[in-house]
């Protein structure tokens, strides 16, 4: 009798929520299915777990058995170190590309007979500039008889004075040779 009372009170229970014609079996298989799965989910969670907390405690170890906190504070106080270090290094840098930026970076050579009767382009036009295309170039005409040399000055690759065709040249060499434009 106390079996079928309870039976009958599942039974209500199942009318209330509108599953009263459902056998009691069922919903004991599902549950039985739902804690199986719930015992492999918390046996693969917990491999997952030991793999983990032995990964942490081999890197917590570290060299000569220091804590992770120890190795991160070094780490820490070496990159403040190297951040100081390369604000020097970034100022030491740009005095440089400012002391160089004068110094003659650029430097073409063409070499050309002046005169007909003398061989050999015994004479030559040097141009030495800088970053901005400033400087000289620098004209030596050779004879049978003398050396004449001329120098003109160069502003951002141009001259105030007539340039020959072997001064413009030279020009044109050591800026293109540079990889830049006249």
Same mark, same amino acid.
């Given at each position: 009798?106390?079996?079928?009372?309870?039976?009958?009170?599942?039974? $209500?229970?199942?009318?209330?929520?509108?599953?009263?014609?459902?056998?009691?079996?069922?919903?004991?298989?599902?549950?039985?299915?739902?804690?199986?799965?719930?015992?492999v989910i918390v046996v693969l969670?917990? $491999?997952?777990?030991?793999?983990?907390?032995?990964?942490?405690?081999?890197?917590m170890q570290g060299e000569e058995?220091?804590?992770?906190?120890?190795?991160?504070?070094?780490?820490?106080?070496?990159?403040?170190?190297?951040?100081?270090?390369?604000?020097?290094?970034?100022?030491?840098?740009?005095?440089?590309?400012?002391?160089?930026?004068?110094?003659?970076?650029?430097?073409?050579?063409?070499?050309?007979?002046?005169?007909?009767?003398?061989?050999?382009?015994?004479?030559?036009?040097?141009?030495?500039?800088?970053?901005?295309?400033?400087?000289?170039?620098?004209?030596?005409?050779?004879?049978?008889?003398?050396?004449?040399?001329?120098?003109?000055?160069?502003?951002?690759?141009?001259?105030?004075?007539?340039?020959?065709?072997?001064?413009?040249?030279?020009?044109? $060499?050591?800026?293109?040779?540079?990889?830049?434009?006249?």
């Open positions: 009798m106390v079996l079928l009372e309870s039976n009958v009170a599942v039974s $209500k229970i199942f009318d209330a929520i509108g599953l009263g014609g459902m056998d009691i079996a069922i919903p004991l298989i599902l549950l039985f299915l739902v804690t199986v799965a719930l015992i969670q917990s $491999k997952r777990q030991a793999a983990l907390v032995y990964r942490l405690e081999c890197f058995a220091a804590s992770l906190e120890d190795q991160i504070g070094r780490l820490a106080t070496d990159v403040l170190r190297l951040k100081r270090e390369s604000k020097a290094y970034a100022n030491d840098i740009d005095l440089l590309f400012a002391k160089h930026e004068n110094a003659i970076q650029k430097v073409g050579l063409i070499k050309y007979d002046a005169f007909s009767e003398m061989g050999g382009k015994m004479s030559f036009c040097l141009a030495l500039l800088d970053e901005r295309n400033d400087g000289i170039v620098l004209n030596s005409v050779h004879s049978t008889t003398a050396c004449y040399s001329y120098i003109k000055r160069i502003r951002e690759g141009i001259s105030d004075t007539q340039l020959s065709p072997e001064e413009s040249a030279a020009i044109r $060499k050591a800026v293109e040779e540079s990889g830049g434009n006249v």
